[in-house]
Nanobody, 116 residues
């Protein structure tokens, strides 16, 4: 059984920062990619950032320059530093990991609210 546990969500004012963390545990072998997705009310889930074992990163256009992803594939942890937050960043943020068999695993999600 594989578990992904996210933490770090909450309420922040526009322009503020939050850092999300995710830890992967259980019977997981050779994670190759760790991602962050988000889903706002009434919208589809979207991928916002990803990192691979080769330290290659991806950012969606909506967060590029404001969010930074980092990962430790020895400890199976991934962080998402979110700066200059906007109300449009309000969503449930989900951690996702993919192993060498291309199996994907999801966390339960953490709520981020950006509001004055």
């Amino acid at each position: 059984q594989v578990q992904l546990v996210e933490s770090g969500g909450g309420l922040v004012q526009p322009g503020g920062s939050l850092r999300l963390s995710c830890a992967v545990s259980g019977s997981v072998f050779a994670i190759t990619t760790m991602d962050w997705y988000r889903q706002a009310p009434g919208k589809q889930r979207e991928r916002v950032a990803a990192i691979t074992t080769e330290n290659s990163t991806y950012y969606s256009d909506s967060v590029k320059g404001r969010f930074t992803i980092s990962g430790d594939f020895m400890k199976n942890t991934v962080l998402l530093q979110m700066d200059s937050l906007k109300p449009d960043d309000t969503a449930v943020y989900y951690c996702h990991a993919r192993d060498f068999r291309d199996f994907g695993f999801w966390g339960q999600g953490t709520q981020v609210n950006v509001s004055s």
